[in-house]
Nanobody, 117 residues
Framework: QVQLVESGGGLVQAGGSLRLSCATS????????MGWFRQAPGKEREGVAL??????YYADSVKGRFTTSQDNAKNTLYLEMNSLKPEDTGMYYCAARRLGDADFNYWGQGTQVTVSS
């Protein structure tokens, strides 16, 4: 069973930084494609950083500001967010997609990020 537990969200001023964490298992990190999504109130969920065979896809809106990494010793995926903007506000979710599946089918509970202007 895939378990994903996000943490690290909070309130930050524009221009600031946050690092989100997604705790999972070694098996998940090794056998699933991982991704970060966000959803702002009244908006559709958006994939911001998605692991693919050819590397990590970053949404244009976050490219150059957000970076993913992982610590295999801690079985944790990170989303480093810099130069945050008010439009980055939303609920951020960690997700996993099994190799061969088209969609991300496993989701964490989310962590709220609020960027004040």
């Amino acid at each position: 069973q895939v378990q994903l537990v996000e943490s690290g969200g909070g309130l930050v001023q524009a221009g600031g930084s946050l690092r989100l964490s997604c705790a999972t298992s070694a098996y998940t990190l090794s056998n699933y494609f991982m991704g970060w999504f966000r959803q702002a109130p009244g908006k559709e969920r958006e994939g911001v950083a998605l692991e693919r065979l050819d590397g990590t896809y970053y949404a244009d809106s976050v490219k150059g500001r957000f970076t993913t990494s992982q610590d295999n010793a801690k079985n944790t995926l990170y989303l480093e967010m810099n130069s945050l903007k008010p439009e980055d506000t939303g609920m951020y979710y960690c997700a996993a997609r099994r190799l061969g599946d088209a969609d991300f089918n496993y989701w964490g509970q989310g962590t709220q990020v609020t960027v004040s202007s």
